[in-house]
């Protein structure tokens, strides 16, 4: 690997770049549905898989991906993954029909969990600890950037070139990314024999997240509740069995041994299901209730995410100096705080008070967010560097399919099976207000976990 000054630079502008293009390439379909479900006649379920394909895709494939990359080569990895997420962005513009744009999805899912656990790896071995902070810090605000633009870019080609050109530039980004890859990125040559890969830990470890994941979004319904059962008792011989084998999937004294890795999880997790339906909710809130346009809605929501964008390379920053766990409490906090003045906010309310709290939201999401993943990837040896960031990767996924879990469950049992119309605005309200109030306990607990995890600095 490249350890000079140039080379460094190098590894940081790419897997910058490459965190911006997997954020936005994830988030840019969802304004772009109805726009694919008029050309290709995509049916509600079908325009459902499409949201939830490459998510659910990446879920199940970060841990097994994450250990072979750390017994074989994660440059490789690294540079495949690319190639796959920039040839199938191109076949995706190209799909003539919703089964094969579901298909090119499902392999960005497969790409998506090849690059993120790679390419942190990568950052982080170039760079000292005493700059992990920093560094992880610019890519974090990338994905946030990535986040940001995804309805305002992605809005923008859709009006005016169509949803396909939404992938050509994705597709042509992330080509630019494969040729800097294969110029320039030098790989790192397997010191020991790889051990045998855990392959029934996998798969017993897929069935276990797509159910999950699955059985959150069909709640209430039978089969959603069937499916979280099967997920909880696969989670269960998930469990005996990397307990009970010589050459584990996922090592279990990541948690049992080590405090910091798993209570940063544990806030991880806890943090993002706290969090990730609030710009949904709001931004309901803001076209039904307001009565504002989507657009506006959209600029509106801009505000969190651009302020994450601003906080974290400076709160990661911070985290090479302070304690972590103290930066990631104070970002918890504010984030509590935000979501408990969420509860009161009803028709009446002034569009600058929702201002002021997406404001709040953003500060603390971004404090909580470089630090936390700075004190996890502290915590492991330089070796478990892509596993450690593939189960990040994984809480952020469970904890956001928790999120939505929570809001569904909530429509169906106070909304019921009808359309948010004028008339029922007060129920839409009252889920809102139950949804916030259960987001703000988490995040209050998520505060002692976070600062459960112990001192992290040894430096």
């Known amino acids: 690997m490249q350890t000079q000054s140039s080379g460094k630079t190098f590894i940081l502008i790419v897997t910058t770049l490459s965190a911006f293009t997997g954020a936005f390439l994830m988030a840019s379909l969802n304004i772009a549905l109805p726009a694919v479900s008029r050309e290709l006649s995509a049916d509600a379920v079908m325009l459902g898989w499409l949201t939830i394909a490459n998510i659910m895709t990446s879920a199940i494939l970060l841990i097994p991906i994450g250990r072979y990359a750390d017994t074989h080569n994660r440059h490789r990895i690294y540079i495949v993954g690319s190639i796959i997420q920039a040839t199938t962005?191109?076949?995706?513009?190209?799909?003539?029909?919703?089964?094969?744009?579901?298909?090119?999805?499902?392999?960005h899912g497969i790409a998506a969990s090849m690059t993120m656990v790679t390419y942190s790896a990568i950052l982080l071995s170039a760079y000292p600890p005493n700059q992990r902070g920093r560094v992880l810090g610019i890519n974090v605000a990338a994905v946030y950037i990535g986040i940001s633009l995804s309805p305002l870019l992605g809005g923008f080609l859709t009006q005016n070139f169509g949803w396909r050109s939404i992938y050509i530039f994705s597709g042509c980004a992330v080509s630019i990314i494969c040729i800097l890859l294969l110029w320039k990125l030098r790989e790192e040559p397997v010191q020991?024999?790889?051990?045998?890969?855990?392959?029934?830990?996998?798969?017993?470890?897929?069935?276990t997240l797509f159910a999950l994941i699955w059985g959150l979004s069909e709640l209430p319904d039978y089969t959603g509740i069937i499916s979280i059962i099967v997920g909880v008792?696969?989670?269960?011989?998930?469990?005996?069995?990397?307990?009970?084998?010589?050459?584990?999937?996922?090592?279990?004294?990541?948690?049992?041994?080590?405090?910091?890795?798993?209570?940063?999880?544990?806030?991880?997790?806890?943090?993002?299901?706290?969090?990730?339906?609030?710009?949904?909710?709001?931004?309901?809130?803001?076209?039904?209730?307001?009565?504002?346009?989507?657009?506006?809605?959209?600029?509106?929501?801009?505000?969190?995410?651009?302020?994450?964008?601003?906080?974290?390379?400076?709160?990661?920053?911070?985290s090479d100096k302070l304690e972590p766990r103290f930066l990631s409490s104070l970002g918890m906090a504010l984030t509590a705080a935000g979501l408990i003045l969420l509860i009161f906010i009803g028709s009446q309310t002034p569009l600058s008070m929702v201002i002021l709290i997406l404001?709040?939201?953003?500060?603390?999401?971004?404090?909580?967010?470089?630090?936390?993943?700075?004190?996890?990837?502290?915590?492991?040896?330089?070796?478990?560097?892509?596993?450690?960031?593939?189960?990040?990767?994984?809480?952020?996924?469970?904890?956001?399919?928790?999120?939505?879990?929570?809001?569904?469950?909530?429509?169906?049992?106070?909304i019921g099976p009808q359309q948010i119309t004028e008339s029922v605005y007060p129920l839409f309200l009252k889920s809102n207000s139950i949804a916030f109030t259960i987001f703000a306990f988490l995040c209050i607990a998520g505060i002692f976990a976070s600062l459960a995890r112990g001192k992290t600095h040894n430096i």
């Not at 084998?245 to 798993?262: E, Q």
């Not at 560097?385 to 929570?406: D, E, F, N």
């Open 233 to 318: 008792l696969s989670m269960v011989l998930f469990i005996y069995r990397e307990s009970h084998t010589k050459h584990p999937l996922l090592d279990l004294n990541l948690f049992k041994n080590n405090a910091v890795f798993a209570f940063s999880n544990l806030a991880a997790l806890i943090n993002y299901c706290a969090t990730f339906s609030v710009s949904f909710l709001l931004s309901l809130y803001l076209q039904y209730i307001k009565g504002y346009s989507p657009q506006y809605a959209g600029l509106i929501m801009v505000i969190q995410p651009a302020i994450q964008a601003i906080v974290s390379p400076v709160s990661g920053r911070l």
């Open 359 to 414: 404001v709040i939201l953003g500060l603390g999401f971004g404090i909580f967010s470089s630090p936390n993943t700075n004190a996890i990837m502290g915590s492991v040896d330089k070796s478990l560097y892509s596993i450690a960031s593939a189960v990040t990767s994984t809480s952020r996924t469970v904890g956001q399919s928790l999120s939505l879990g929570i809001v569904t469950l909530l429509f169906a049992q106070i």
């Open 89 to 107: 962005s191109f076949l995706a513009a190209w799909a003539p029909n919703a089964i094969l744009l579901l298909i090119a999805r499902i392999f």
């Open 192 to 207: 020991n024999i790889p051990p045998p890969f855990d392959l029934p830990g996998a798969f017993i470890l897929g069935i």
